[in-house]
């Protein structure tokens, strides 16, 4: 933990995501469990960007929270999830990836656009994009997603490694009504439950009650045709979810 709360960590999330987007149109959601890991990061951001979710219920149910708080506030919103524990050794490329993909959503309201970054091993512990048709090419390409791959077995990995697909970054982007009409075909009950908690202010009670859902496994997997993609070749992508990549990207600095 002490790594990860490092200047490496911190650069790595808030201050990429502030040369991209205002800072006033950031909102974070966070496990009240870790606030000893959050709280002096985030103590100059009011209140009303921060939804303290009362359990981890997995990032389907986090990412649901965010949606219908952002909703509330604007309905056709374009929204952009960046995960708080992954690395960018290249900025500006990050943004540039960012950019387009939210321009590719833009374009392309009723497809969620996910950023694939160049996958160089074979990874069981990452999500896998597998690249269909060319859809645009500018201002970058864009492309259909053919299949999506989570956690694959290795030797799954090592084909998809082979045939060049690409690592499932989480950085996700779309309106946030398409986010919710996914989310609804697969988990209605968690939007059904999330929503009357905001009604009636009971978002204790809820999350006790609340299945754990991956966004990733339980509704993108099941949907690839409401997929696209922007390839992320430059940015140096890492995840630092595990010790060992923190420190071997600790190593390569």
Same mark, same amino acid.
């Given at each position: 933990?002490?790594?990860?709360?490092?200047?490496?960590?911190?650069?790595?999330?808030? $201050?990429? =995501?502030?040369? *991209?987007?205002?800072? &006033?149109?950031?909102?974070? #959601? +966070?496990?009240?469990?870790?606030?000893? @890991? /959050?709280?002096?990061?985030?103590?100059?951001?009011?209140?009303?960007?921060?939804?303290?979710?009362?359990?981890?219920?997995?990032?389907?149910?986090?990412?649901? $929270?965010? =949606?219908?708080? *952002?909703?509330?506030? &604007?309905?056709?919103?374009? #929204? +952009?999830?960046?995960?708080?524990?992954? @690395? /960018?050794?290249?900025?500006?490329?990050?943004?540039?990836?960012?950019?387009?993909?939210?321009?590719?959503?833009?374009?392309?309201?009723?497809?969620?656009?996910?950023?694939?970054?160049?996958?160089?091993?074979?990874?069981?512990?990452?999500?896998?994009?597998?690249?269909?048709?060319?859809?645009?090419?500018?201002?970058?390409?864009?492309?259909?997603?053919?299949?999506?791959?989570?956690?694959?077995?290795?030797?799954?990995?090592?084909?998809?490694?082979?045939?060049?697909?690409?690592?499932?970054?989480?950085?996700?982007?779309?309106?946030?009504?398409?986010?919710?009409?996914?989310?609804?075909?697969?988990?209605?009950?968690?939007?059904?439950?999330?929503?009357?908690?905001?009604?009636?202010?009971?978002?204790?009670?809820?999350?006790?009650?609340?299945?754990?859902?991956?966004?990733?496994?339980?509704?993108?997997?099941?949907?690839?045709?409401?997929?696209?993609?922007?390839?992320?070749?430059?940015?140096?992508?890492?995840?630092?979810?595990?010790?060992?990549?923190?420190?071997?990207?600790?190593?390569?600095?």
């Amino acid at each position: 933990s002490d790594v990860c709360s490092s200047d490496l960590h911190k650069r790595s999330i808030r $201050a990429r =995501l502030e040369s *991209i987007f205002c800072v &006033d149109r950031q909102m974070f #959601v +966070v496990t009240r469990a870790h606030e000893r @890991y /959050y709280r002096e990061e985030l103590r100059n951001v009011d209140d009303s960007r921060i939804i303290p979710q009362p359990l981890n219920r997995g990032t389907g149910v986090a990412v649901a $929270a965010a =949606l219908l708080h *952002i909703m509330q506030r &604007d309905p056709d919103a374009v #929204v +952009v999830f960046v995960p708080s524990d992954h @690395y /960018y050794s290249d900025t500006q490329a990050f943004g540039r990836a960012v950019r387009s993909a939210f321009f590719g959503a833009e374009k392309y309201t009723d497809s969620i656009v996910l950023l694939g970054a160049k996958a160089h091993y074979a990874e069981v512990e990452y999500g896998w994009i597998e690249l269909g048709s060319t859809v645009s090419n500018a201002p970058a390409t864009l492309f259909r997603v053919n299949r999506f791959w989570e956690k694959p077995s290795f030797q799954q990995a090592r084909a998809l490694l082979r045939r060049g697909c690409l690592w499932n970054t989480f950085v996700t982007v779309g309106r946030a009504g398409t986010f919710v009409d996914l989310l609804r075909s697969q988990v209605p009950e968690v939007i059904l439950s999330i929503n009357k908690a905001l009604e009636e202010n009971e978002m204790e009670a809820a999350f006790r009650l609340m299945p754990a859902v991956d966004l990733s496994r339980h509704v993108l997997a099941l949907h690839p045709n409401r997929l696209l993609a922007v390839p992320d070749m430059t940015s140096g992508w890492v995840d630092l979810g595990s010790p060992a990549r923190v420190m071997d990207t600790l190593d390569r600095k």
